[in-house]
């Protein structure tokens, strides 16, 4: 027994350990984004630092008085360029050069981020295939719902025309229709494609994302009983496709995962889906622990997920975040006159503040749903 505790305390650790690593390569490719794109546009650069707090290790090119650092904690990461709180002497200094380099610079992370997450899909889906929605098991019904029906090991591909790649593309090309309706469901049997009407069996009214119970009764899923909870007959099979569709399918996913960023960042706004929904830094590292730790193609999956996340949350025009900065660099490009610095300043530390605040709140809130 004690043998066992120790080989599951380090297989915790293991995996928290691959979980931060992820993290840590995603933003440190963020910050090598903004790192390039700077060196191309002839922006003066002080430091890029991998980690923050006290350095580890610390190494400045005598050429051009750029610092590069490895940093204690290995939560983040960042490209310091001069000048970029407020004014400075250097023409090359950030603020000092044209809005629309500073445009390119800021977006180049959150690019870089979606280009590595594109790639990790990529590699994922020419080497295990894509994830496919399988039916373990279909309710039982009588009549035309037992007619028209998913079979046992069906693999999801289509629903009306869609694309199925996430829930949320179910939630998609069922929401709003009813109980009796048919749908057009293409799925794999046995490595072949057939297309299918399926009668739905529940009314499609999703009020947020989180609602899939509803989704799978709908669907006629069946439900199996577990020794300490039931759940729904449905889970995951890897499927592959053919190299030029998976390369199409692969960018489709991508922004199929970004979609989702969005969807459900307006049913927060909306009060369709409550803070308990969301997780802060602590969240993430644990739900990425345990699916990355489960596989290889869930190590890409997560990783490519976390990546298309970043990209999107860093465009989003909260300040402190690189969309918010993109913003002001628009309206001195427009008016040709910036916000004073000083101002500028005090609303990215009020948004970095926010942030801050807002990922212990959610982080709390999910400690206390455990």
Not at 155 to 164: A, F, H, P, R, S
Not at 262 to 290: N, Q, R, W, Y
Not at 296 to 303: D, L, S
Request: a neutral charge; proline letters at 3%; glycine letters at 10%.
């Amino acid at each position: 027994m004690l043998l066992l505790s120790v080989s599951s305390v380090m297989n915790t650790v293991l995996a928290v350990i691959l979980a931060i690593l992820i993290l840590l390569a995603m933003i440190t490719v963020h910050e090598f984004g903004h790192y390039t794109a700077g060196k191309l546009l002839k922006f003066k650069i002080n430091e890029f630092a991998i980690g923050f707090g006290p350095k580890l290790f610390k190494r400045t090119s005598k050429k051009t008085g750029e610092a590069f650092s490895v940093r204690i904690l290995p939560l983040g990461g960042f490209c310091a360029f001069d000048g970029e709180e407020g004014e400075a002497e250097h023409p090359d200094s950030f603020n000092n050069k044209a809005p629309w380099k500073r445009i390119i610079v800021l977006v180049s992370g959150p690019l870089m981020n979606y280009l590595l997450a594109l790639l990790l899909i990529i590699i994922s889906l020419l080497s295990f295939g894509q994830m496919l929605f399988k039916v373990g098991a279909v309710a039982p019904a009588e009549g035309v719902y037992a007619e028209y029906s998913l079979s046992e090991n069906d693999l999801i591909t289509n629903v009306d025309g869609k694309g199925i790649y996430l829930t949320t593309d179910l939630m998609t090309a069922l929401n709003g229709k009813r109980e009796g309706e048919s749908v057009s469901v293409t799925v794999l049997r046995g490595g072949e494609k057939h297309k299918i009407e399926v009668k739905l069996r529940a009314d499609c009214d999703f009020e947020n994302s989180a609602e899939t119970s509803k989704l799978w009764r709908a669907l006629g899923i069946g439900i199996v009983e577990g020794e300490n909870a039931n759940y729904w007959a449905v889970g995951v099979e890897s499927h592959r496709f053919g190299f030029f569709e998976t390369i199409g399918r692969s960018f489709v996913y991508s922004f199929k995962i970004a979609g989702t960023i969005f969807k459900v960042l307006g049913e927060l706004l909306t009060g369709h889906l409550g803070l308990s929904a969301m997780g802060g830094p602590v969240t993430t590292i644990k739900l990425t622990s345990e699916i990355a730790s489960q596989s290889v193609q869930n190590f890409f999956e997560i990783a490519a997920y976390i990546g298309v996340n970043l990209a999107v949350f860093n465009l989003l025009p909260i300040p402190a975040l690189d969309g918010s900065k993109v913003i002001f660099c628009l309206i001195e490009w427009i008016f040709r006159k910036p916000v004073p610095r000083k101002v500028e300043a005090i609303i990215h530390a009020v948004g970095f503040f926010f942030i801050l605040g807002f990922a212990v709140l959610v982080d709390l809130l999910q400690f206390m749903h455990c």
